[in-house]
């Protein structure tokens, strides 16, 4: 797809809205990366997906996993099955350099360009927005149909018992709205797109900054 440079984490699980046994497609819409300009690949948020969010404790995934299901401590068995469950999208697709910076313009309102695409071939019954400063460019672009919660960001003044309640609020009523069209959702693997990404995400493996570091020194030391 035009524009989109990191492919989302697909959960496996995720198509058939495994997150809660109710069948509700949930997207946790992530703002950006960070690193140097040869750790960029297009698989970047499947595999740190599968790293800090399935293979070791991070907060930022920690705190996500608590917040949508309204937990307070998680197994690292139960949060990487959190992850089967779900669809994780980084809305910037552009590396910033460090973890301090911030979007610029340009790339807030790239971003917004290609969001609603992405959005048509995930097919999400609600959208949760995890970034302030992401709303404001985030929000106008997801359609109507679909039921969005934006939050603070997990890293910058995240209060979960402020947050939990209106999470939990949101997603019952997007399962309410599934529940009353009998629970019926499209399909999705019969899209190439769509199962592309899912493949990559089912494919994704561990890549440590230092062996992306390493594969760049080998790919200079060649020229």
């Not at 934006?150 to 890293?155: D, E, G, R, Y």
Request: hydrophobic fraction near 40%.
């Amino acid at each position: 797809m035009d524009g989109v440079a990191f492919v989302p984490w697909i959960g496996k699980n995720y198509e058939k809205g495994g997150l809660d046994g109710s069948g509700l497609r949930v997207t946790l819409l992530g703002e950006s990366h960070y690193g140097p300009a040869h750790h960029v690949r297009r698989e970047a948020t499947p595999e740190v997906t599968r790293w800090l969010g399935q293979s070791t404790r991070k907060a930022f995934y920690t705190c996500m996993a608590y917040a949508v299901l309204n937990e307070t401590w998680l197994t690292m068995e139960e949060r990487a099955g959190f992850f089967e469950g779900v669809c994780l999208y980084n809305f910037v697709q552009e590396f910033l350099a460090d973890v301090g910076d911030r979007p610029t313009d340009r790339q807030w309102l790239a971003a917004a360009k290609i969001l609603p695409g992405v959005i048509d071939v995930l097919k999400p019954d609600i959208v949760v927005v995890f970034g302030k400063e992401m709303q404001e460019f985030a929000l106008p672009v997801i359609p109507h149909h679909v039921s969005s919660v934006a939050v603070n960001h997990p890293s910058r003044a995240f209060k979960q018992s402020h947050w939990k309640p209106i999470i939990a609020a949101k997603l019952e009523t997007a399962r309410a709205a599934l529940s009353a069209r009998d629970g019926q959702q499209p399909c999705l693997s019969n899209d190439p797109i769509f199962a592309e990404w899912r493949a990559i995400s089912e494919n994704a493996r561990v890549r440590l900054p230092a062996e992306l570091d390493a594969a760049q020194s080998t790919l200079l030391s060649k020229k």
